[in-house]
């Protein structure tokens, strides 16, 4: 069984300030890992995703996470936020079974950018 | 990119009917098919795995009798939400895993707002 913590539900951040969004997860065995942006009303888009490979990644909207596998964490950053990043966003991990693996999701964290 | 889309995307009915909601992979071909409920201000809940001719599964929880999953095409697949009561408002997402991508890349439709009144 997995298991997705995110561990802030609301992180308050001004303009142009970096950020992180922490995210770890358990698992018994290898996953890929993803973050997610829900703005309101709307479905989830994909930020990134770590399957394999470098632990740092690159995103759209200039986010980028880190794959520890010491840690299990996979905590997503910004180094400057703008205001149109205020959104809910979810980390998630799925393992490597194969045939349409479920995502498990963590509970999701509101980001609000403040001027 | 991968498009899903679902329809429609807000529904208000009445206690007691039957709602009907679709989610269509655009551009690619899904032989699986994911359906997600959100309660406001909280996470994702998987309620079942949709796969192209065969019977959906349910996660453990959720009432198969009362939300029936259909997936007759490779491009469909539908939610119908029986006998609908208020405590079944919510929002509705399914997501579409595409064949041609790398395993586990699942594509989101915009969501379906389900209010019963």
């Known amino acids: 069984a997995q298991s997705v913590t995110q561990l802030d539900s609301q992180v308050p951040v001004f303009e142009e300030a970096p950020v992180e969004l922490r995210c770890n997860y358990s698992s018994s065995v290898s996953v890929y890992l993803f973050w997610y942006v829900q703005y309101p009303n709307q479905g989830l888009q994909l930020l990134l995703k770590?399957?394999?490979?470098?632990?740092l990644v690159k995103g759209i909207n200039g986010f980028e996470a880190e794959f520890n596998k010491s840690q299990t964490s996979f905590h997503l950053r910004k180094p400057s936020v703008h205001i149109s990043d205020t959104a809910e966003y979810f980390c998630a991990v799925s393992d490597y079974t194969g045939g349409g693996n479920k995502l498990t999701f963590g509970t999701g964290t509101q980001l609000k950018v403040e001027l | 990119g991968a498009v899903v889309s679902q329809h429609p995307s807000w529904v208000i009915c009445k206690s007691g009917t039957s709602v009907k909601i679709e989610c269509r992979s655009l551009d690619f071909q899904a032989t699986t098919m994911f359906w997600y409920r959100q309660f406001p201000k909280q996470s994702l809940m998987l309620m079942a795995t949709?796969?192209?001719?065969?019977?959906?599964?349910?996660e453990q929880g959720v009432e198969k009798d009362k939300f029936l999953i259909n997936h007759a095409s490779l491009t469909l697949s539908t939610l119908t939400v029986t006998s609908a009561h208020p405590e079944d408002s919510s929002f509705y997402i399914c997501?579409?895993?595409?064949?041609?991508?790398?395993?586990?890349?699942?594509?989101f439709g915009p969501g379906t707002r389900l209010t019963v009144t």
């Open positions: 949709s796969n192209e001719g065969s019977k959906a599964t349910y």
């Open positions: 997501s579409a895993r595409d064949l041609g991508a790398y395993p586990d890349e699942q594509y």
């Open positions: 770590y399957l394999s490979g470098s632990t």
